[in-house]
Nanobody, 123 residues
Framework: QVQLVESGGGLVQPGGSLGLSCAAS??????????MGWYRQAPGKQRELVAV???????DYGYSVKGRFTISKADAADTVHLQMHNLKPEDTAVYYC???????????????WGKGTLVSVSS
């Protein structure tokens, strides 16, 4: 099984910076990392991709955060960090960590979600 622990978030003024982290705890050696990232959901809106870090070190970003947010992964752990700069009020949302793990060398792929953490951008 895989469990995700999120940290970070909170209230920040427009133009400010904030960081989020997500750490995976894997209890079965048959699971291997595929990708991990962040999604967000604002009130009344659909959940959308923020950033993802893939097994081959490639990254993808949502259009609205490109150039402002950076995702990285710790070398020796299944932990990703999202550094957010130049935050805007429209970045206000609940941010969810999502991890995808491969089981048994391609037998299956499983999605895991964190509980979410609130990021509020307001003056």
């Amino acid at each position: 099984q895989v469990q995700l622990v999120e940290s970070g978030g909170g209230l920040v003024q427009p133009g400010g910076s904030l960081g989020l982290s997500c750490a995976a705890s894997v209890s079965d050696h048959m699971y291997s990392f595929n990708n991990m990232g962040w999604y967000r959901q604002a009130p009344g809106k659909q959940r959308e991709l923020v950033a993802v870090f893939r097994w081959n070190n490639n990254t993808d970003y949502g259009y609205s955060v490109k150039g402002r947010f950076t995702i990285s992964k710790a070398d020796a752990a299944d932990t990703v960090h999202l550094q957010m700069h130049n935050l805007k009020p429209e970045d206000t949302a609940v941010y969810y960590c999502k991890a995808v793990y491969e089981y048994g060398f391609g037998l299956a792929m499983y999605d895991y979600w964190g509980k979410g953490t609130l990021v509020s951008v307001s003056s």
